[in-house]
């Protein structure tokens, strides 16, 4: 596997950390001197440049003189709470921390590959799983908040009867969410930064800024697409009729 700069920089100081806590954990990985990929190294950058990001944005908060970073952030809250105010109801404030997080999360990761030196991780099945994973036990666990024992009819149907039929067709319809969701972040990225890559190896000037751009659409498409669909997920969870 040929490292990436911040991947090498990982491995050399923590590496064998990671390495400990693959063992213990009975996880054996296929190049043991390198146990941090680069994937989960670009994991890591862009968790730590969004917590930079987030104690910037907290301490520069002010009522009187918001400056232009704290507008970009309001109007990013503002608009994602919005969205899930139409979609969900009047009780969807507490969803908007968890889907604005999301959001800069998978935009960030999707972005970070058009630096040189870096990739994006959601250009790997794993990343886009494991997002679509966090967001299936969110809209789960909120549903089993809100509903308590009585989210179980959900999936039985509205008779006791049909439920030998509804159940496997709910839980199939469930966990292929999670599918649709890993699918189309993963595809969409993994052909953006491979067009990108092939344009800018065959005509090095010029023409690949156009696809720099259709990436960046790209980006904050799927961003904004996997967001909405885990809103949507989340009105199916708590609304009041199943």
């Known amino acids: 596997m040929e490292q990436l700069p911040f991947t090498a920089l990982l491995n050399k100081y923590f590496g064998g950390i990671a390495l400990a806590l693959l063992q213990a954990l009975h996880i054996h990985p296929q190049h043991p001197k390198i146990p941090i990929t680069n994937f989960v190294a670009m994991e890591i950058l862009v968790a730590i440049l969004l917590l930079v990001f987030f104690v910037l944005v907290r301490a520069r908060l002010s009522v009187e003189s918001p400056g232009g970073l704290q507008h ?15 979609i969900i ?3 969807s404030a507490g969803f908007t921390p968890f889907l604005v997080a999301l959001f800069l ?11 040189p030196g870096f990739e994006s991780p959601t250009a790997t099945p794993a990343v886009p799983l494991g997002c679509a ?3 299936f036990c969110y809209y789960q666990i909120q549903g089993i908040r809100k509903h308590g024992a009585a989210y179980v009819k959900q999936f039985i149907g509205p008779m ?9 067709i709910e839980l ?19 052909a953006g930064d491979l067009v990108t890559l092939v344009f800018f190896s065959l005509v090095p000037l010029g023409i690949p800024v156009v696809f720099m751009g259709l990436h960046i659409f790209v980006s904050f498409l799927q961003a904004y697409i996997f967001v909405l669909l885990t809103t949507v997920y ?7 009729a199943h």
């Open 105 to 115: 999360f998978i935009l960030l990761c999707n972005l970070i590959g058009l630096i």
């Open 72 to 86: 970009v952030v309001e109007g990013l809250h503002g608009f994602i709470q919005n969205q899930s105010g139409e």
């Open 89 to 91: 109801g009047h009780h």
């Open 133 to 135: 994973v966090t967001s």
């Open 234 to 240: 989340l009105q199916g969870a708590v609304s009041e």
């Open 172 to 190: 199939i319809s469930h966990f292929a969410r999670m599918l649709s969701l890993t699918v189309r972040l993963f595809a969409n990225m993994f």
């Open 160 to 168: 006791l009867l049909l439920a030998p039929i509804m159940l496997p």
